[in-house]
C-alpha cells in the first residue's frame, strides 16, 4: 500500500469558517509533510512532522495550524483564511529516516476561501 | 532562491518523439533526485529517481541522466505519447535529512497525437 489518502478533495469555507484537511497513511512512514500548490506551480513546502514532531515550519502564518495525532495522521487546521490562501492542499509522507527515499503524495484538497 | 532550476517551462513534442526536461542545482549536499508527474487536479506522482553515484537510471520510456560534475540532470521520455501530457517537477533531497525536498518550478509538456 503506498497511498496517502487526503479528506476532503474538496472545500469551500467563508473567511470566518474554522475547517480542517486531514491525511493518513498506513506505509509506516516516519516523516509527513504539507505543501501548498498555486496553479502551474511547484509545491511549496509548508511543514514537516519527524517522528510525529513538527522538525519544520516554513514561516506559514498562524492561520494554519498543523496537527500530528499519531504516526499515520496528519491534520490541518485552518482559520481566519484569506482568499489568496485558495490553493491546492497536498499531504505527502516518507520513510523519513534516511535519504534516498521518495515522498508519496496525496491527490490534495482543492481549497476555496470565498 | 530557488535551490532546483528547470527548464523549459512549457515543450510541445509530437508523438513518438523524445521529451527532454532538464534540471540544475548547486548545493553539493543534494544525494537523492527523484522526478515527479502530475496531472490536473491530482496529486504528484513519482516517476523515477536517481542518486548520484549513478549516472543514468532507465525505466520502460523514462530515462534520468545525471552529470554530477556539472551538478546537472534530466528525464528523457522515449517515444512520447498523449498520455504522457502532464506537468514535470525535478525535485532534490538534502542528505541525511530525509525529508527536506525541494522542487523545481515544472515543465509543462503537451503531446500531440
Known amino acids: 500500500d503506498t497511498e496517502v489518502t487526503q479528506t476532503p478533495k474538496h472545500l469551500v469555507m467563508g473567511m470566518t469558517n474554522k475547517k480542517s484537511l486531514k491525511c493518513e497513511q498506513h506505509?509506516?512512514?516516519?516523516?509527513m509533510y504539507w505543501y501548498k500548490q498555486k496553479a502551474k506551480k511547484p509545491p511549496e513546502l509548508m511543514f514537516v512532522?519527524?517522528?510525529?514532531?513538527?522538525?519544520i515550519n516554513e514561516s506559514v502564518p498562524s492561520r494554519f495550524s498543523p496537527e500530528c495525532p499519531n504516526s499515520s495522521l496528519l491534520n490541518l487546521h485552518l482559520h481566519a483564511l484569506q482568499p489568496e490562501d485558495s490553493a491546492l492542499y497536498l499531504c505527502?509522507?516518507?520513510?523519513?529516516?534516511?535519504?534516498?527515499?521518495?515522498?508519496?503524495f496525496g491527490q490534495g484538497t482543492r481549497l476555496t476561501v470565498v | 532562491q530557488q535551490q532546483v532550476k528547470q527548464s523549459p517551462q512549457s515543450l510541445i513534442v509530437q508523438k513518438g518523439g523524445i521529451s527532454i526536461i532538464n534540471c540544475a542545482y548547486e548545493?553539493?549536499?543534494?544525494?537523492?533526485f527523484p522526478w515527479y508527474q502530475q496531472f490536473p487536479g491530482k496529486g504528484p506522482a513519482l516517476l523515477i529517481a536517481?542518486?548520484?553515484?549513478?549516472s543514468e537510471k532507465k525505466e520502460g520510456r523514462f530515462t534520468i541522466s545525471f552529470n554530477k560534475s556539472a551538478k546537472q540532470f534530466s528525464l528523457h521520455i522515449m517515444d512520447s505519447q498523449p498520455g504522457d501530457s502532464a506537468t514535470y517537477f525535478c525535485?532534490?533531497?538534502?542528505?541525511?535529512?530525509?525529508?527536506?525536498?525541494?522542487f523545481g518550478t515544472g515543465t509543462s509538456l503537451t503531446v500531440i497525437p
Open positions: 506505509m509506516g512512514h516516519r516523516a
Open positions: 525535485a532534490a533531497l538534502l542528505k541525511n535529512t530525509g525529508n527536506q525536498f525541494y
Open positions: 548545493n553539493t549536499a543534494f544525494d537523492y
Open positions: 512532522y519527524s517522528y510525529e514532531k513538527l522538525s
Open positions: 536517481i542518486r548520484p553515484d549513478v
Open positions: 505527502a509522507s516518507s520513510q523519513g529516516t534516511q535519504s534516498g527515499t521518495e515522498a508519496f
